[in-house]
């Protein structure tokens, strides 16, 4: 009996602790990882987030938005993007949403204006005016009259470190304003694509701090007034801005034909350039089909290259600009990185092939070659002085392609091309420090296959790219292949 009722009392208690158990309030252990990770593992798992993600990654809970929010390296990061709905998946900015970004206490540092089809409103304002922005772009904005323009201006004027104007269009240019003495004190980079007339003229003639600079122009309409008067106060505009600033070293120069015959037919300007260049990139004129319209300037271009030639390292060239440029760049300048975007000599005859004169080159290492089939020829001889490449991106690589490239190159490693059509030469030790091919397709899976059986013989061999690789299966299905062995 008494067993029996301690058995009772046991089943009682049991069941009592187990009752008290299941009734309390069951808590989850937290799997965030703002909680879970140190700081700085988070930080390097957020470096990885677009800018414009860590805006919206913020207002997850208050953890990440407190988290991020004292984060130096996130708040650097964090770019704001403000534009028209009918363009992209961002809102129109309200007052609200103004206010909300002014508080708190962060500290934005970049910001893009995009498309805003009505005039800056009280939140654009306010938001610009708040903080003290680092980067600002504005694109595809048109202000209503010049005040308008310099009001904006003023307000990121003080700060401001990069700023891109893409875009930016003036609607009445017919009355004039006072002088404007912006001085741009932090100013290093700046973009000027396809703006206004007075854009470039006018707000940054002092500036003299630059560093990076962009340039790209357009035609002007063709019913538009005046537009010889616009043209030559545009390219007086460039001029001061590149006789202004000594500290360029990274220059963009994508501007229309005009521009460029008007701006390199001084020879005085060019004279009085002070910057040593590392980097340029060139685009949108080129030589003229009759040689005798520019020569000047593409002789006067050659000059100006002459005077970079002792720092300038990277050149991009977006059009044939004659063979005088390219025999200089090839056989007298010291560039490590060589673009052409855009092989189309005048004719592509015989002749203009022969009158090339390339000399050896033992400095290129990296060289991109841009032409259709019809302009190989070229390409060609250009492989063929080059020694040291280690780099060769091009449209098209067949035999004679392939042998001029491993006749003095046997430390090439990258080879990129759009089209592949000739098989690897029967002695691959010529190209045994070959790790990487990127080939968009190919002319034939027997190509294909010696290509990837390569991979058995080069020990440096990383990877191969082959987009066309749904083409290949079907053709060895077809020949009665097995894809997948290779």
């Not at 500290?107 to 610009?128: A, C, D, P, V, W």
């Not at 404007?180 to 100013?187: E, K, V």
């Not at 271009?301 to 005077?307: A, E, G, I």
Request: charged letters at 20%.
């Amino acid at each position: 009996m008494e067993t029996l009722e301690l058995k009772e009392c046991i089943e009682t208690d049991f069941i009592d602790k187990v009752v008290e158990v299941v009734s309390k309030p069951f808590k989850k252990k937290s799997m965030d990882i703002v909680n879970l990770l140190p700081p700085k593992i988070v930080n390097h798992i957020f470096s990885y987030c677009k800018p414009t993600d860590l805006l919206t990654m913020s207002l997850i809970n208050r953890k990440w938005y407190r988290f991020i929010g004292k984060s130096p390296s996130c708040m650097d990061r964090i770019k704001i993007v403000i534009s028209e709905p009918r363009i992209g998946c961002f809102q129109l900015l309200t007052n609200l949403d103004a206010i909300i970004l002014t508080q708190h206490g962060r500290n934005y540092k970049h910001i893009q204006l995009t498309s805003l089809e009505r005039q800056f409103l009280f939140q654009h304002k306010l938001l610009l005016a708040t903080f003290q922005w680092e980067t600002v772009s504005l694109n595809n904005h048109t202000f209503r009259n010049k005040i308008d323009f310099v009001n904006f201006l003023g307000m990121i004027e003080p700060f401001v470190e990069t700023l891109t104007l893409r875009g930016v269009k003036i609607a009445k240019t017919n009355y004039q304003i006072s002088p404007t003495n912006f001085q741009f004190p932090l100013l290093e980079k700046l973009n000027l694509i396809n703006c206004s007339t007075y854009v470039y003229s006018e707000p940054f003639k002092y500036v003299t701090t630059l560093k990076c600079l962009n340039i790209q122009t357009d035609a002007f309409p063709t019913h538009q007034a005046h537009v010889g008067d616009e043209l030559t106060e545009r390219v007086k505009a460039l001029q001061t801005i590149l006789l202004n600033n000594v500290y360029i070293y990274y220059l963009e120069l994508f501007i229309h034909q005009k521009d460029f015959d008007a701006m390199f037919m001084d020879q005085r300007f060019l004279n009085r350039i002070r910057f040593n260049l590392q980097w340029l990139s060139v685009g949108k004129f080129k030589q003229k089909d009759n040689e005798d319209i520019n020569v000047v300037q593409i002789n006067n271009f050659v000059d100006f290259l002459k005077s970079q030639m002792h720092s300038l390292s990277i050149l991009y060239l977006d059009n044939w600009l004659g063979n005088a440029t390219l025999e200089y760049a090839i056989n007298d300048m010291q560039l490590t990185n060589f673009t052409i975007a855009n092989i189309e000599p005048l004719g592509m005859h015989d002749e203009s092939i022969a009158n090339l004169n390339l000399f050896s080159n033992d400095t290129i290492e990296n060289l991109t070659l841009w032409s259709s089939s019809r302009h190989q020829a070229v390409a060609e001889e250009i492989v063929k002085v080059c020694r040291v490449l280690r780099v060769l991106e091009t449209r098209t690589i067949n035999q004679s392609m392939l042998e001029a490239l491993i006749e003095n190159n046997e430390d090439i490693q990258i080879i990129i091309c759009d089209f592949f059509s000739a098989y690897l030469p029967p002695h691959r030790e010529v190209m045994r420090n070959l790790r990487m091919m990127k080939i968009n397709i190919a002319c034939d899976s027997d190509v294909f296959r010696d290509i990837i059986g390569i991979k058995n013989f080069y020990t440096n061999f990383e990877m191969i790219f082959l987009r066309a690789a749904k083409d290949l299966r079907r053709r060895c299905a077809l020949n009665g292949v097995n894809f997948f062995r290779y």
